[in-house]
């Protein structure tokens, strides 16, 4: 007996294969998830055959949003003698004391960059007490990813000479003076 007797042709999640040979013809069932598996894929190729082309500055196309939304970018260089530097910059606000950019871009801009590594790093644990370790390769890449540019654009706005903790101990220490000059201002009333 031939071994090739033993196999059986099963179709795909147990469709009927004569129901699958006639929506075999150009009937798309699922549009929407068609469009966006193409969108995405499509416009990645297409952003990186045009930045080439609108501009010779890679850092210019890899820091696009941060860039024009709240006039903040990062990336790393690496110098003649092998050494790598990580450079953030941040817009210098004009005399005016004018911004670059709108509060709403800015809202919208911080919001996005909190709150995705905070639903990464909810997915993580997810797929740890879930036991989903395949899953747990894919979810720790996206809290690394997503924390990493949340880091970059944290120091560009902070400044690469402050220090995280001073900024924080600053911003409590000036709330703390608000607080407290507001509540003699009402006892003295």
């Known amino acids: ?14 469709a009927d294969d004569d129901a699958s040979r006639r929506s075999k013809k150009s009937k798309i069932r699922h549009p929407v998830a068609s469009f966006f598996h193409l969108f ?10 045009l930045c080439e082309l609108l501009t010779s500055s890679f850092i210019a196309c890899m820091n696009v949003t941060g ?3 709240v006039g903040l970018r990062w990336w790393n260089q690496v110098d003649d003698d092998g050494r790598s530097h990580w450079v953030f910059e941040a817009r210098k606000v004009s005399a005016q004391g004018g911004k670059a950019s709108s509060e709403a871009e800015s809202r919208i801009f911080w919001l996005g960059l909190i ?8 997915f993580a644990f997810s797929a740890l007490f ?17 924390g990493a540019n949340l880091y970059g654009y944290v120091r560009c706005k902070v400044g690469s000479r402050k220090n995280l903790t001073s900024m924080a101990t600053s911003y409590l220490g000036k709330q703390f003076l608000r607080q407290t000059v ?3 201002d009402q006892a003295a009333s």
């Open 1 to 14: 007996m031939d071994s090739s007797d033993d196999i059986e042709d099963v179709s795909l999640f147990d």
């Open 40 to 49: 995405f894929r499509v416009s990645a190729i297409v952003v990186y055959l």
């Open 67 to 69: 860039r024009l939304m």
């Open 115 to 122: 709150t995705c590594p905070m639903i990464w790093v909810i």
């Open 130 to 146: 879930s036991f989903k370790v395949k899953w747990l390769a894919v979810v720790v890449m996206g809290v690394v990813l997503q």
């Open 182 to 184: 507001a509540t003699e």
